[in-house]
């Protein structure tokens, strides 16, 4: 590993979430309540199946996972590097939170210490993600779970990266566009942050171009995880069907992207590059 490089790309994201840390919790669309109220289902039904009492949050940021698990839990390490983005983070009870200033691939996680370890939004921020997986698997107890998700998908990626930014696409697709290969410059606008140190802090997107399954199946088998689950989720155009009043009441446009989103399923792998994202959870 290229230590320089690893050093870099820490140093970018540190520059770039500090510039971030105030609106953090506006800005990014993972705190939108039904991704929270997603995110905490699955959060809950891995604590029933470990019947978890402690967990690290690797990258835990202004404290998006340590908000949903405060009253699954009782104790709470959160890991991150940058102090901005901790100072953000709500301590108060019902469980025990304490906080890190680290880096996630040398943080030292007592071993077997966690029945759940999370990485939610994070490892797309990384030059490396085998120390930080190392880690996790480190730091969890036998049986226990490393969950993480919402990390961008190579191929949904790959195929909208393949289209002209100037082309006669749907609004939709065209957004997509934006979203996927220039968001750089968005941020730029409006943070103030050099379109290189972004591109940097979002290393594993940006550069490498996100995750395949494959290779997350390889890597934390590799590690020694006994059980890998990958997953994909939200796809093309689901926040119009959730969001477009003509598809009828709340619950009826949330039902139709459930049958949307099954049938997609089906038909994997041939429907992977219509999912934006990639999670997994694996057990130790």
């Not at 009782?74 to 983005?85: F, K, L, Q, W």
């Not at 901790?86 to 019902?94: I, M, S, T």
């Not at 996630?104 to 993600?129: C, I, K, N, R």
């Amino acid at each position: 590993m290229d230590e320089q490089r690893y050093r870099e790309v820490i140093d970018a994201n540190i520059a770039l979430h500090t510039r971030m840390a105030d609106e953090y919790r506006t800005c990014e669309p993972h705190f939108r309540p039904e991704n929270r109220a997603k995110v905490k289902a699955r959060l809950a039904a891995l604590v029933a199946e470990t019947k978890a009492k402690r967990m690290l949050d690797l990258g835990c940021g202004t404290g998006f996972m340590i908000d949903l698990a405060r009253d699954l839990v009782s104790e709470i390490h959160g890991v991150d590097v940058t102090p901005a983005m901790l100072e953000k983070v709500d301590r108060a009870g019902p469980a025990k939170v304490e906080v890190f200033l680290a880096d996630a691939g040398t943080f030292p996680a007592q071993e077997g210490a966690y029945d759940l370890v999370t990485a939610y939004s994070f490892l797309h921020h990384l030059y490396d993600v085998t120390p930080a997986c190392r880690t996790a698997f480190r730091a969890l107890r036998e049986g226990g779970r490393f969950y993480a998700d919402l990390e961008p998908n190579f191929w949904f990626r790959d195929a909208i990266g393949r289209l002209d930014r100037h082309g006669a696409y749907d609004p939709m697709v065209q957004r997509e566009i934006e979203m996927t290969t220039h968001k750089d410059e968005d941020i730029a606008r409006q943070f103030g942050v050099d379109r290189a140190v972004f591109r940097d802090a979002e290393y594993g997107k940006d550069v490498l171009g996100g995750f395949r399954e494959e290779d997350l199946r390889a890597l934390l088998t590799g590690l020694g995880f006994r059980r890998v689950d990958v997953f994909h989720h939200w796809f093309l155009g689901q926040a119009v069907l959730i969001n477009d009043a003509s598809f009828g009441s709340v619950e009826a446009r949330f039902r139709h992207a459930e049958v949307m989103d099954g049938l997609l399923q089906r038909a994997m792998p041939l429907s992977r590059p219509l999912f934006k994202y990639i999670g997994v959870v694996a057990e130790k």
